[in-house]
């Protein structure tokens, strides 16, 4: 089944410890992308990937880090996680099309900051 | 600047009746692609339609229907006959073409069907 999957589902955690938001594929897809969401401001990207080891900042990158050494993995990382990345974070891909295809989102996860 | 407006944040219906989201979408791009997406209560995004710009023809799919106008920048979306499994958030979202693949999402439009 075509899919993209993350983990873990909900998380809660601490200020400043680190921790790692895995996201995978299995559709070959050459782009990968994370956003956020938050009450009143929809989605928001932070980071995206147009390929392996290609990365590039979206709207919000700051206070996270990612990489794609994959083509089919893109986690997010939070080095030093603040109560105000407390939030809903969804890990898409879709086949690099100039834009035309749909992007396919991943369950999203569910992180509290303490 | 690529720019999404859901004016409408929030829609209380009874059952049966129609609704009609509004989106407005501002770009300078002559060639873009505009997405609506629905996010249920379990909380995961589904890709409804897609559509693009040089495609003006409206589309139905069984009780949804969309209705693409150049002219005033909208992209709107009806929901015939509502029913309860449609309560959800529904987000516009625009792609200006080539360049980084981003969506430009709106801020969602929470939409409840009541029985």
């Known amino acids: 089944e075509a899919q993209v999957t993350q983990n873990p589902r909900y998380l809660i955690t601490v200020t400043g410890k680190k921790l790692t938001v895995t996201c995978s594929q299995n559709?070959?897809?050459?782009?990968m992308s994370w956003y956020r969401q938050d009450p009143g401001l929809g989605l928001r990207q932070i980071y995206y990937?147009?390929?392996?080891?290609?990365?590039d900042k979206g709207d919000v990158p700051e206070g996270y880090k990612v990489s794609r050494k994959e083509k089919r993995n893109f986690p997010l990382i939070l080095e030093s996680p603040s109560p105000n990345q407390t939030s809903l974070y969804f890990c898409?891909?879709?086949?690099?099309?100039?834009?035309?295809?749909?992007?396919?989102f991943g369950p999203g996860t569910r992180l509290t900051v303490t | 600047a690529q720019k999404v407006t859901q004016a409408q944040t929030e829609i209380s219906v009874v059952e049966k009746e129609d609704v009609t989201l509004d989106c407005v979408y501002e770009?300078?791009?002559?060639?873009?692609?505009l997405f609506w997406y629905k996010q249920p209560p379990s909380g995961e995004l589904v890709f409804l339609i897609r559509r693009n710009s040089f495609d003006e023809q409206n589309e139905i799919s069984g009780r949804y229907s969309w209705n693409f106008q150049k002219s005033t920048s909208s992209f709107n979306f009806t929901i015939t006959a509502s029913q309860v499994v449609d309560s959800a958030v529904y987000f516009c979202?625009?792609?200006?073409?080539?360049?980084?693949?981003?969506?430009?999402f709106g801020k969602g439009m929470k939409l409840t069907v009541n029985p």
């Open positions: 979202a625009l792609s200006p073409q080539g360049g980084s693949e981003k969506l430009v």
């Open positions: 990937s147009m390929n392996v080891e290609v990365t």
């Open positions: 770009t300078r791009d002559t060639t873009y692609y």
């Open positions: 898409a891909s879709s086949p690099l099309a100039g834009g035309r295809e749909e992007q396919y």
């Open positions: 559709m070959n897809h050459e782009y």
